[in-house]
């Protein structure tokens, strides 16, 4: 089994818990609420993963990309949002991100609420962050696609 040290280019799922609705400052966001329940972001960093996924956890950063303004304690002053667990998929190529969406919204019943959210660099999905009002089953997200899961 990898090792979390270890790894170095991947494919992430990060869950986030958001207790109650909310909006964001986000120019390209900005009045949208977001629904209280659940929200997956997939990412991926093909190199320094662990750095990547490092940073989605410090509450501390400057907002660079969209899902930083679900992330940051500055924009979570009440609580908005909890990184509940983060699905990693080590070693996946960039293309896996968009498998993983489409499964999240065609297996789990996931829906694509926020489009254009965290998807810049890619021309294939209407967004990366994907919506439940329940937490999806993880045992059989896990067995499915053999991912390494992270307890924040």
Known sequence: MQKITD????????????????????????NIVFQKGYYYYTGSAQKNLLSRLNRHVRPDKIINWHVDYLTT?????????????????????????????????????????????????CNNCITHLYYSKKRISQIHFISLYQATVLRI
């Open 7 to 30: 790894l170095k280019s991947g494919i992430y799922i990060l869950e986030l818990l958001a207790k109650k609705s909310f909006t964001i400052e986000s120019k390209q966001h900005k």
């Open 73 to 121: 304690s500055v924009n979570n002053q009440e609580s908005k949002t909890v990184l509940s667990k983060i699905f990693i998929f080590p070693e996946k190529p960039k293309e896996f991100e968009c498998k993983i969406g489409l499964s999240l919204q065609k297996e789990y019943n996931c829906t694509a609420e926020i489009e254009k959210f965290g998807n810049g660099d």
